[in-house]
């Protein structure tokens, strides 16, 4: 066990042989840290944490009370190899979070990026990778092997199936089941998850040229209406566009797929 003299660690915590607290860290009440675990400078957990198995915890994040951090998977398959669980820095976990270990099976790592907010009660399951900067908003369920890219929201009580990506910048609503892949920058609503424009809104916010804009919306028309299969449709964009964003929803619907894609109704 190697506490750095900096740490502070409750007198109730319980901090396993093995576990590394770094600089700054600040253990609280009642909460267990397992022998497998390090935590980077500045962490925080502020009570009632549980932090298990083979896990790393970036610099600057906070978890908050009764959150479970790499526990075991959901997975009748998993037999206790070894896997782990690295989370970035500077991110937020709120109350009730639970984020598994990945399993053989699935390359054993399960990945959440730097600056990603997971609200009360989100659940990410094994083997998932999750980008920079992404918020999942209250209740949402991230299945195992599912892929969210950089900027990605995802609405509160929201479920993603099992080996589903998500492209970057995209927007979940609220209340959707998303059970295929969502083009970068896609916006998807309806309980059953119908592609049904842009994340015009995030792509303003974050600067996004009106050039670039304007070709999204030309290209997501193209996808929409454009003759042939929906790969396709891509591969001619791929040819025909300069735009580094449609290069990025090109790329994005060429790439490999456990799933089939959402693909975009004609609304936008």
Known sequence: MTIDPTAQVHPS???EDGATIGPGCKVGPFSLIDAGVSLGRNV????HVVVKGDTSIGDDTLVHAFAVIGEIPQDKKFQGESTRLEIGARCRIREHVTINTGT?????LTAVGDDCLL???CHVAHDAVIGNRVILVNSAAIAGHVVIEDDVIIGGLCGVHQFVRIGRGAIIGAVTMVTNDVIPFGLVQAPRGELSGLNLVGLKRRGVAR???TALRAAFQMLAQGEGAFQDRARKLGKE???EYVQTIVDFVLGNSG????TPGTGQ
Not at 104 to 108: N, P
Not at 259 to 262: D, E, G, I
């Open 13 to 15: 915590a319980i901090v």
């Open 259 to 262: 799933r089939s894609f959402l």
């Open 211 to 213: 050039s670039d804009i």
């Open 119 to 121: 609200m009360a009660g």
């Open 241 to 243: 566009t300069d735009s």
């Open 104 to 108: 053989a099976g699935g390359g054993g």
């Open 44 to 47: 925080e957990l502020t009570s």
